[in-house]
T-cell receptor
Framework: EPEVTQTPSHQVTQMGQEVILRCVPI?????FYWYRQILGQKVEFLVS????????KSEIFDDQFSVERPDGSNFTLKIRSTKLEDSAMYFC????????????FGDGTRLSIL | SQQGEEDPQALSIQEGENATMNCSYK?????LQWYRQNSGRGLVHLIL?????REKHSGRLRVTLDTSKKSSSLLITASRAADTASYFC?????????????FGTGTRLTIIP
């Protein structure tokens, strides 16, 4: 069964550095999402992406964050000038371009900011 | 309180028993989805129920939705040790039903062999 893959599984970065989290969505999906889960807390929506542009973003998704679909398969989340509070599990998800479809999640990238 | 809250927060039952988890939400929705998360892993989609549906089944899973009470329940019958995980409900309020999900706080289910 096709799945969403994310790399790396764990990223350790110094505060202030930039990180890029990578995702390969399911190939025939056209909706892409990033979520994050701070340890012990709820899964929070960051951003959705459709037709090569952001369709919705949360208040968390400020100028520090950006997303890109650089080619036909990858979907990336860039975090500039990382802060300690950016430490979390980041999940990528994708969904089909049809009404009321489930979102399929990757296994996540655990980001640790030192 | 926030959109999407599950209860109980934690549930321990004997293998073979049924497990019921509940979810409440605050605003109108287009669909509600249940996900499972094994420790340290990603979210696995279990079942999606649309706002005009009242009940849905998938294998040992049964989901109900009561939009008048803004609540849903997930029943796992004949539980197995492998069902040990956290279970989350998530709501989609968009018109197309394909936008952001708002997750609940989750129920941590432990199946005792």
């Amino acid at each position: 069964e096709p799945e969403v893959t994310q790399t790396p599984s764990h990223q350790v970065t110094q505060m202030g550095q930039e990180v890029i989290l990578r995702c390969v969505p399911i190939s025939n999906h056209l909706y892409f999402y990033w979520y994050r889960q701070i340890l012990g807390q709820k899964v929070e929506f960051l951003v959705s992406f459709y037709n090569n542009e952001i369709s919705e973003k949360s208040e968390i998704f400020d100028d520090q964050f950006s997303v890109e679909r650089p080619d036909g398969s990858n979907f990336t989340l860039k975090i500039r000038s990382t802060k300690l509070e950016d430490s979390a599990m980041y999940f990528c998800a994708s969904g089909q371009d049809r009404r009321n479809q489930p979102q399929h999640f990757g296994d996540g990238t655990r980001l640790s900011i030192l | 309180s926030q959109q999407g809250e599950e209860d109980p927060q934690a549930l321990s039952i004997q293998e073979g028993e049924n497990a019921t988890m509940n979810c409440s939400y605050k605003t109108s929705i287009n669909n509600l989805q249940w996900y499972r998360q094994n420790s340290g892993r990603g979210l696995v989609h279990l079942i999606l129920i649309r706002s005009n549906e009242r009940e849905k089944h998938s294998g040992r899973l049964r989901v109900t939705l009561d939009t008048s009470k803004k609540s849903s329940s997930l029943l796992i019958t004949a539980s197995r040790a492998a069902d040990t995980a956290s279970y989350f409900c998530a709501t989609d309020r968009s018109n197309f039903g394909n936008e952001k999900l708002t997750f609940g706080t989750g129920t941590r289910l432990t199946i005792i062999p």
